[in-house]
């Protein structure tokens, strides 16, 4: 799967394991959340556009690099995805933002969009969907979807747990979207949620009932 990147920096990884302990609170968890997605930004926008521009510096005028087009747009998908924006503007504060509400039905696990709102110029721009948990790739792709029919056409996603079955799902229905993953889990339950997991990432960002 050309299109999937897994994270290897040892921070990323002990962030994570930190975040799946069930003693994390809610205010550390938050917190390790934005810092593992302002990690995972960094890799993601490595490719990002560049053009030369002239400055002068102290010693003399030269002609350096600065990112080039439209401001990029990062999307969550609501509501856990709202749990990374920080993150990923702390590497890139100018972005433009973006939602996309889902909610999964408890008794299929399909979720179904209720809210779509997005900056305008989306094709001009370099669309980055955040959501903590891929676990059967439902929401993942319905987003894209949305992105695409609205006219996104640079997209890429990032998602801090996947379960082996939403990334399969994901990159069936979306080959040609680049994927970030901050860890690979061993499976989905029969609840649909992934093992080992760390919870729900929502219920845990914003200290709501598990």
Known sequence: MSNVKIMEHPL????????????TGTGE????????????????????????????????????????????????????????????????????????????????????????????????????VVDPMLATG????????????RGGKRIKCMCIIAAPEGIEAFTKKHPDVQLYIGAVDRCLNKDAYICPGLGDAGDRIFGTVQ
């Open 138 to 149: 439902g929401s993942l792709c319905d987003a894209v979807d949305e992105i695409k029919r």
């Open 12 to 23: 990323i990884k002990h962030k994570i394991t930190v975040m799946r302990m069930e003693a």
């Open 29 to 128: 968890f938050r917190r390790l959340v934005e810092e593992v997605a302002m990690l995972m930004t960094y890799e993601a926008i490595s490719d990002i556009e560049t053009t030369d521009i002239e400055i002068t510096t102290p010693i003399e005028e030269t002609s350096q690099p600065v990112i080039s087009g439209k401001k990029p747009a990062v999307v969550p998908i609501l509501r856990a995805g709202l749990g990374m924006v920080n993150g990923v503007l702390q590497i890139m504060p100018n972005a433009k933002v973006g939602h996309i509400g889902m909610e999964r039905d408890e008794q299929t696990h399909l979720p179904h969009t209720y809210y779509c709102k997005l900056p305008p110029q989306i094709e001009e721009r370099l669309v980055i």
